[in-house]
């Protein structure tokens, strides 16, 4: 119940294209989902969080969608250049306090030129 | 962004020796510091929850003598991987939450360390 499925586990486009990354979970008290962008030899980096209480969010390039019915969540990343080339983790955890945060397993995107 | 420091970027050891890993929180206090480690191409697996001034919470199945985690000051948490084996060889990435904020929305990483074991 702890789990996050992501999905899929590579992932390329070309330059321009719309790459999707989805995430689903079980534990339905989980209140926060982040995702976070991953370079090789780099510490993760927080790009975009969303809570249940809405169903999209959009930051720059990179857009969230919730569906809480479902329990799932997914990255829409538009315009998707090769510097966007990387991991990406989604993440779910419970907000507050010392809860830990659940990651995915991770997607290996590339965007090619 | 706030900045986590973690030092050093890259180590290199003999099989037996101890190493000490260091995670800074340069320009906030951290009550609480996570230690995680990342095989290649895998997700991150937490190993550890660092809460300043207490003893560190181990995850299932970690060795807590073997991964010795200090939390001396608001600041800074070390991992020191003792007598070390190949097996242990790894990335180590260190997170670090700003105690002024919500735990998630202000939880920032390092940028890791690799441990090579010979």
């Known amino acids: 119940q702890q789990q996050v499925k992501q999905s899929p586990q590579s992932l390329i486009v070309q330059k321009g294209g719309i790459p999707i990354i989805n995430c689903a979970y079980e534990?339905?008290?989980?209140?926060?989902f982040p995702w976070y962008q991953q370079f090789p030899g780099k510490g993760p980096a927080l790009l975009i969080a969303?809570?249940?209480?809405?169903s999209e969010k959009k930051e720059g390039r990179f857009t969230i969608s919730f569906n809480k019915s479902a329990k799932q969540f997914s990255l829409h990343i538009m315009d998707s250049q090769p510097g966007d080339s990387a991991t990406y983790f989604c993440?779910?955890?419970?907000?507050?306090?010392?809860?830990?945060?659940?990651f995915g397993a991770g997607t290996r995107l590339a965007v090619h030129p | 962004g706030a900045v986590v420091s973690q030092h050093p970027s890259w180590v290199i050891c003999k099989s037996g020796t101890s190493v000490k890993i260091e995670c800074r929180s340069l320009?906030?206090?951290?009550?609480?510091m996570f230690w995680y480690r990342q095989f290649p191409k895998q997700s991150l697996m937490l190993m550890a929850t660092?809460?300043?001034?207490?003893?560190?919470?181990?995850e299932q199945g970690v060795e807590k003598d073997k991964f010795l985690i200090n939390h001396a000051s608001l600041t800074l948490s070390t991992l020191t991987v003792t007598s070390a084996h190949p097996e242990d060889s790894s990335f180590y990435i260190c997170?670090?939450?700003?105690?002024?904020?919500?735990?998630?929305?202000?939880?920032?990483f390092g940028s890791g360390t690799q441990l090579s074991v010979l």
């Open positions: 997170s670090a939450r700003d105690m002024a904020g919500d735990f998630n929305e202000k939880l920032f």
């Open positions: 534990n339905t008290a989980f209140d926060y």
């Open positions: 969303i809570r249940p209480d809405v």
């Open positions: 993440a779910a955890s419970l907000s507050g306090g010392y809860n830990k945060l659940i």
């Open positions: 320009d906030f206090q951290a009550t609480t």
């Open positions: 660092s809460n300043e001034g207490s003893k560190a919470t181990y």
